[in-house]
């Protein structure tokens, strides 16, 4: 993959937690918008942030994106028991002819 | 509320065709602004993207499967599929379908290619490739 995250990242219910994503000077670094998707077990994908730090409706305010130079953040505040899942970024790439990057992803366990 | 199904064979030869159809529902495929498109995720691994497709018929595949890719779409019966040629065991994955929106803080006239993200996707439909 091209964009990097931590593999697996935890805490205990109602702490702070940050995933990281980090890409480079053609993809993030180039000012590409960064999207969060959560996946819980056995299920699809599920769009969490759009355009590095919007929510789409139905999405709680616990979830938040942030972006700088060529990395890009998603926290969960307050975290909850139903947020374990697998959490991967993506992006666009320039390189070649362009695509559709993902992140690597992250597991987030609540203890 | 907008539903994507998709469906084919769970089970394909290697160096044979992987064809999957997505069937849209609770909306319509007409509208331009749109991608429709197809991700897909190896046994325990990561996503990867396979490509969109305009309604109009236009196409955007990753590079490093464009050559074994054809996505094609039939708006009459609201449906795109993914044709995936001379596949082998790495081929192996679910294989998600959705739709794709752009998004761009400046607005556009006609959005680019990475203005794109995947915000409504289907269940998907786990494809083996084995003999």
């Known amino acids: 993959s091209v964009l990097t995250q931590s593999p697996s990242v935890s805490g205990a219910p109602g702490q702070r937690v940050t995933i990281s994503c980090t890409g480079s000077?053609?993809?993030?670094?180039?000012?590409?918008?960064v999207h969060w998707y959560q996946q819980l077990p056995g299920t699809a994908p599920k769009l969490l942030i759009y355009?590095?730090?919007n929510r789409p409706s139905g999405v709680p305010d616990r979830f938040s994106g942030s972006k700088s130079g060529t990395s890009a953040s998603l926290a969960i505040s307050g975290l909850q028991a139903e947020d374990e899942a697998d959490y991967y970024c993506?992006?666009?790439?320039?390189?070649?002819?362009?695509?559709?990057?993902f992140g690597t992803g992250t597991k987030v366990t609540v203890l | 509320q907008l539903q994507l199904q998709g469906s084919g064979p769970g089970l394909v030869k290697p160096s044979e065709t992987l064809s999957l159809t997505c069937s849209v529902s609770?909306?319509?495929?007409?509208?331009?602004?749109?991608?429709w498109g197809w991700i897909r995720q190896p046994p325990g691994k990561g996503l990867e993207w396979i490509g969109n497709?305009?309604?109009?018929?236009?196409?955007f595949y990753n590079p490093s499967l464009e050559s074994r890719v054809t996505i094609s779409v039939d708006t009459s019966k609201n449906q795109f599929s993914l044709r995936l040629r001379s596949v082998t065991a790495a081929d192996t994955a679910v294989y998600y379908c959705?739709?794709?929106?752009?998004?761009?803080?400046?607005?556009?006239?006609?959005?680019?290619?990475?203005?794109?993200?995947?915000?409504?996707w289907g269940k998907g439909t786990t494809v083996t490739v084995s003999s």
């Open positions: 000077s053609s993809n993030i670094g180039a000012g590409y918008d």
């Open positions: 959705g739709r794709l929106t752009p998004f761009s803080r400046g607005g556009y006239k006609q959005p680019k290619n990475d203005y794109y993200y995947m915000d409504v």
């Open positions: 993506q992006s666009y790439d320039d390189s070649l002819s362009g695509s559709y990057v």
């Open positions: 609770g909306g319509s495929m007409s509208d331009s602004t749109y991608y």
């Open positions: 355009g590095d730090d």
């Open positions: 497709i305009y309604s109009s018929g236009t196409t």
